[in-house]
């Protein structure tokens, strides 16, 4: 099928853009986000693409170094996540039995916290910098994950391949590594491209909520700046609308990817399509 | 015998896929006869299945059929869906392979099989029940007031095999295909499905689809042998089974553990691309020099016994 | 080789009011190397549990299973590990038995590796050794599961199965959903590799057809029990236990095979009596 073929492209191309521009923000940015660069509140111009926010630093400088601080909160994060829940969605889910109930129980208590209110609670009094925030982030996001993969595990560690390989004296820590975690991985991989976007966007909360690291640019604080510095008030769009667009963007992209892996990546599913 | 119910003349049905299309039934000709049961015995991929399923109408809308299926005379492939969805269930019905999914798991028995009796006999409600519980208990399932008000999962093999053939029997059709009602099942099972079988089919046309022999010497007045999307063998079961005519039953039959478990040498040829001249030359113990490039016809080889091979020709 | 001494597998079911099911409820037998012990019964009855109790994959409640001198069911889950190249099982459904991400050649060297056979180019030669020895070619190497048939995919088990030259299996219905043609393909492939290595053997099937062409001795089994154990040719000829004579009666009703012979009188004590030499009945049922 062409059409999804051409939005996993498109959305994996947007995606190593995005990179791109946070790997090389030093060489593409034309000032320091954080001096004074010309006079504040300057509509954009030449030197000043996006012109300049009321302390005179320079929009478009900040927006490409914001890059920076949105990609690592968001795949620190979901690496963070990622990891964490497949190892221990693996592991209880293997095993089974009173590690798989310890596991589940603990989880139970900790879903019937909300996310976003516990991450605020933590922020508040640990003030991390941005990768203690995506750790936590991390950790926190994580626990979901945790219940989708044990519950795949579940499935897969009665298989008759995994029988067999144990019948011929595989070693746990082998048959994990290599035949459940291959099967595993497609959903880690799907798993992994939406927590990125979700913390993504749970950092630009942060930001604007003022929880944001202060030695970081990023989109959030951007927003926050400009929405109570007078940036609504006296309409000045470019202020406002730039951060805006910048996070819709990578968070449609990666909706797009993790959209059009889903399909490619399972083997069975290349059969079913003949 | 009495009068042609169903005539299949010169069916083909082609299934187009990346590789090239699949030929799973290869210019098929086949007479039931009514009140008779044949048996269509053939092994995976023989295209069996395909041409129960063509009979009903019920293949992929993409798929190539060609040919003639008449039913009392009227070609039902050329009828309007309304048309054949009439004769579908009212007259000709089916029994499904029991594979755990041909009854709907979230719904109780005695309310599916109620469904299909109101869909075909108009009953409602209170009448419709009964007339399911009735039909539960001529299938021999014990206690059937009760079980029509369980669900699926418990339900045993055997028992939803029998509620499988119950929803075919829902509106009393006059012509039966049954697909693999055995598989799965282990003797004993099978064996009292065999028996049920036996007593249903009495005063009715049966196309029994089977890959078991036995099943097919119990039950069957002919036997039709596929392989390969071709009919390559055909007669009364008697003389088909003791005494086969062509090398490919003879095969299946020795590959029996209880007659010598001689395995044919070889696999299947591919329905995309199958072999020019005989399709079993490949594979065949007994093949003269045109059997590679000629492609045999159905030849008498006894009473009303017919075989597709160069040795009879 | 294998002695089995009152197993037992219990499980408990349930989600509110937990029931214990006895799937294997004291089972005794022996099986002498090279030699296939048939084990029937109907689906439900417990015979796939006790096949992997005796390698325990299941971990069998109670009873012993003694392997060549060494009690298996005492062993630590280290030694078990050292042991279980000794014993190993092939499963009904061969397509599920395989990891659908692999290709067959890693199949088939996985349980080399594990045990650290061979060196690289000695795992390769006998990689194809072993592919040619089930009947497949090198070009099936490089294959997924899904790419090969029911059949196809069977063989490459034996390959993965025998690549560690067990001297005991249990075969768990090898053949249930093949085509007749398969099955003969691979029931006389895997009597002839048993006989060439000298296998002792579990074979597990309803298939009483197929059960009497595969095994020495069967054994029947009802509700978790053994109820009936005895050569082959005597079980199924002249079968005592009441369920045993049903199962044959269903089975051979048109194959020609001879009616069952009466069976003297036994008396009815809970107990397995010998009816013949090695034939042995259990006898309350009666």
Known sequence: MPGRNAALYLSLGVVLVYCAVALFAPVIAPFDPFVISGPPLAPPDAAHLLGTNDLAQDIFSRLIWGTRATLILGFLGAVVSVVMGTTVGIVAGYYGGRIDEAVMRFLDVMMTIPFFPLLLVLTIFLRPGIYVTAVIMGLLGGLGSVRIIRSQVLSLAVADFVVGTKALGARDGYIMARHILPNVLPLVGVKFVTSAQHFMLVGIGLGFLGMGDPNVVDWGQMIERASKNGGIVLGLWWWLIPPGLAVTGISLALAWFAYACEERINPRFQVMRV | MGDALLCVRGLKVGFPTVDGVVKASNAVDLTIQAGETLALLGETGSGKTVLGMAILRLLQPNTRIEGEILYRGRDLLSLPQEEMQKIRGREIAVVLQNSGTSLNPVLRVGDQIAEAITL????????AEAAAVELLERVRIADPARMAREYPHRFSGGMRERALIALALACSPSFLIADEPTRGLDAVTKHEILALFSEINRGRSVLFITHDIEAAATLATRVAVMYAGEIVEIGPVDAVLSSPAHPYTRGLLESLPARGMRPIPGSAPSLIAPPSGCRFFPRCPCSVGRCETEHPGLVPVGPGHCARCMLYD | M??????????????????????????????????TLGLVGESGCGKTTLGRSLLRLIEPTGGRVVFDGTNITALSRKDLRRFRPRMQMIFQDAYASLNPRMRVRESITEPLRIHGLEDRAGIGRRVRELIEMVGLNEEHLNRRPYELSGGQNQRVVLARVLALEPEFIVADEPTAGLDVSVQAQILTLFRDLGRDYHTACLYISHDLGVVRAMSDRVAVMLKGRIVEIGPTADVLDRPCHSYTRRLVAASSADRGFSRPAPCPALPGSPVMVEVQSGHWVEAAAR
């Open chain 3, 2 to 35: 294998i002695d089995v001494c009152d197993l037992k597998t219990y499980y408990s079911t349930g989600f509110l009011c937990r029931t214990e099911v006895r799937a294997v409820d004291g089972v005794s037998f022996g099986i002498k190397k090279g030699e």
């Open chain 2, 120 to 127: 075909h006999r108009g009953l409602k409600g209170a009448e």
